[in-house]
């Protein structure tokens, strides 16, 4: 099946054998009734497994090409699931520029669990070695970055990764399967806040792991069961019908995104552009090889660069609605260093280039005409 099937049909065939409904039945049950202890048709309890939530894990391992699917109640339950792989001692090498909360996890609450991690810029991926020894179990790649938009070679990450017996992680939120698949390029474990481009409509928050290896699979599934971090039904029908249509959304995300840069580019009252697109963008080239194209998410700085022109322009934008959160129909603009970002000392985010000035956009799927009008009536 080729990927806009899959967004469909990818894991969904016999859904309902009763009445051989489309759309999977929202399972709303904690529990299912067995004929003798231990037996039943395949469901037990709705931490363990639940028919609705099968039909999205299957939907979402289809579209990553993976074998294993698993939902999580949030893209952090997700990660907080990879991290529970480790024990005490072990290191992580990750992205230095990534989602704030993800860093937080990292640092406020693992940490404390004798984990640690180093930060590394990866746009040059032979840093990664430079901090592996013994201890180091796991690489976890944010790809393109939140927000800076940097491109991680996904595909030589996994080379060092293979090299040295370790797991890699790919937080695949911002790209989505619709433009990368990183376990075809060599990743172990797919993540993705499926609240954003998943979900696509703003409604629902979840996270997702997509991985091939099955023992990785029985040991995420255990901690996914153990721990307890799960969706309920009636969200997992809900992202299961965003996925339907990813393909169709993610192609206009990235055609207003392509718009909204080169508007900004030219814009006199705009600094800098971060968007993969440009053939100026200091990893362009490795977007062009590992993405089909270059999303909808496009950050900039005000060009008096301050705090103040920053929150100016956020305040005034009328269509772009100001708010958390990215991936949705409709376009969001944020300011990161007082928003996504903010669990970052400041010092930390300024070295990545999250500064005071930097404005990040997530262009919906509205009509491209207003949403430049938009911009450049707030930025005027
Ligand atoms: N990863 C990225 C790149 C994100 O942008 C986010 C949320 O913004 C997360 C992970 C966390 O996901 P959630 O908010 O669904 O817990």
Same mark, same amino acid.
């Not at 040059?124 to 901090?131: G, L, P, R, S």
């Not at 299961?240 to 814009?267: D, M, P, W, Y």
């Not at 999303?295 to 929150?311: Q, R």
């Given at each position: 099946?080729?990927?806009?099937?899959?967004?469909?049909?990818?894991?969904?065939?016999?859904? *309902?054998?009763?009445?051989?409904?489309?759309?999977?039945?929202?399972?709303? &049950?904690?529990?299912?009734?067995?004929?003798?202890?231990?037996?039943?048709?395949?469901?037990?309890?709705?931490?363990?497994?639940?028919? &609705?939530?099968?039909?999205?894990?299957?939907?979402?391992?289809?579209?990553?090409?993976?074998?294993?699917?698993? !939902?999580?109640?949030?893209?952090?339950?997700?990660?907080?699931?990879?991290?529970?792989?480790?024990?005490?001692?072990?290191?992580?090498?990750?992205?230095?520029? =990534?989602?704030?909360?993800?860093?937080?996890?990292?640092?406020?609450?693992?940490?404390?669990?004798?984990?640690?991690?180093?930060?590394?810029?990866?746009?040059?991926?032979?840093?990664?070695?430079?901090?592996?020894?013994?201890? &180091?179990? =796991?690489?976890?790649?944010?790809?393109?970055?939140?927000?800076?938009?940097?491109?991680?070679?996904?595909? !030589? !990450?996994?080379?060092?990764?293979?090299?040295?017996?370790?797991?890699?992680?790919?937080?695949?939120?911002?790209?989505?399967?619709?433009?990368?698949?990183?376990?075809?390029?060599?990743?172990?474990?797919?993540?993705?806040?499926?609240?954003?481009? =998943?979900?696509?409509?703003?409604?629902?928050?979840?996270?997702?792991?997509?991985?091939?290896?099955?023992?990785?699979?029985?040991?995420?599934?255990?901690?996914?069961?153990? +721990?307890? !971090?799960?969706?309920?039904?009636?969200?997992?029908?809900?992202?299961?019908?965003?996925?339907?249509?990813?393909?169709?959304?993610?192609?206009?995300?990235?055609?207003?995104?392509?718009?909204?840069?080169?508007?900004?580019?030219?814009? +006199?009252?705009?600094?800098?552009?971060?968007?993969?697109?440009?053939?100026?963008?200091?990893?362009?080239?490795?977007?062009?090889?590992?993405?089909?194209?270059?999303?909808?998410?496009?950050?900039?700085?005000?060009?008096?660069?301050?705090?103040?022109?920053?929150?100016?322009?956020?305040?005034?934008?009328?269509?772009?609605?100001?708010?958390?959160?990215?991936?949705?129909?409709?376009?969001?603009?944020?300011?990161?260093?007082?928003?996504?970002?903010?669990?970052?000392?400041?010092?930390?985010?300024?070295?990545?280039?999250?500064?005071?000035?930097?404005?990040?956009?997530?262009?919906?799927?509205?009509?491209? *005409?207003?949403?430049?009008?938009?911009?450049?009536?707030?930025?005027?």
């Amino acid at each position: 099946m080729k990927f806009n099937t899959k967004t469909i049909h990818g894991g969904q065939h016999n859904i *309902d054998p009763a009445y051989n409904s489309v759309m999977p039945p929202i399972y709303q &049950t904690t529990t299912y009734g067995q004929s003798s202890p231990g037996e039943h048709k395949g469901f037990e309890y709705s931490r363990s497994g639940n028919p &609705t939530r099968a039909a999205l894990e299957r939907s979402i391992a289809s579209i990553e090409n993976g074998d294993y699917g698993l !939902a999580f109640s949030s893209g952090l339950a997700a990660i907080d699931a990879v991290l529970k792989l480790l024990k005490p001692g072990d290191e992580v090498i990750s992205t230095s520029d =990534l989602y704030g909360g993800s860093y937080r996890i990292f640092t406020r609450i693992y940490e404390d669990f004798g984990i640690k991690f180093h930060f590394v810029g990866m746009e040059n991926v032979a840093n990664i070695e430079k901090f592996i020894n013994e201890n &180091t179990k =796991l690489v976890w790649v944010e790809t393109p970055t939140n927000p800076m938009m940097n491109i991680i070679d996904i595909k !030589a !990450a996994a080379a060092i990764t293979q090299k040295h017996n370790l797991l890699l992680a790919v937080d695949n939120t911002f790209a989505t399967p619709y433009l990368q698949t990183p376990l075809d390029l060599g990743a172990d474990i797919i993540m993705h806040s499926a609240t954003k481009y =998943l979900g696509g409509h703003s409604d629902v928050v979840m996270g997702s792991l997509v991985v091939n290896d099955k023992s990785l699979a029985q040991k995420l599934y255990f901690i996914q069961n153990a +721990s307890g !971090a799960v969706p309920g039904p009636q969200d997992c029908f809900l992202v299961l019908r965003g996925i339907k249509t990813l393909h169709l959304r993610v192609q206009r995300h990235c055609e207003n995104g392509r718009a909204v840069a080169h508007f900004l580019k030219s814009n +006199s009252n705009v600094d800098k552009v971060y968007w993969p697109g440009f053939e100026d963008h200091p990893n362009h080239q490795i977007a062009k090889k590992q993405m089909s194209d270059y999303g909808g998410m496009v950050s900039f700085t005000t060009k008096e660069g301050t705090l103040e022109s920053a929150i100016n322009v956020v305040s005034r934008v009328k269509i772009f609605t100001l708010a958390e959160s990215l991936g949705g129909v409709e376009s969001l603009a944020g300011h990161p260093a007082s928003m996504t970002h903010a669990s970052i000392p400041k010092k930390d985010r300024e070295k990545t280039g999250v500064v005071d000035s930097l404005i990040r956009l997530s262009v919906g799927i509205e009509d491209i *005409d207003d949403l430049i009008a938009d911009l450049a009536q707030a930025l005027e």
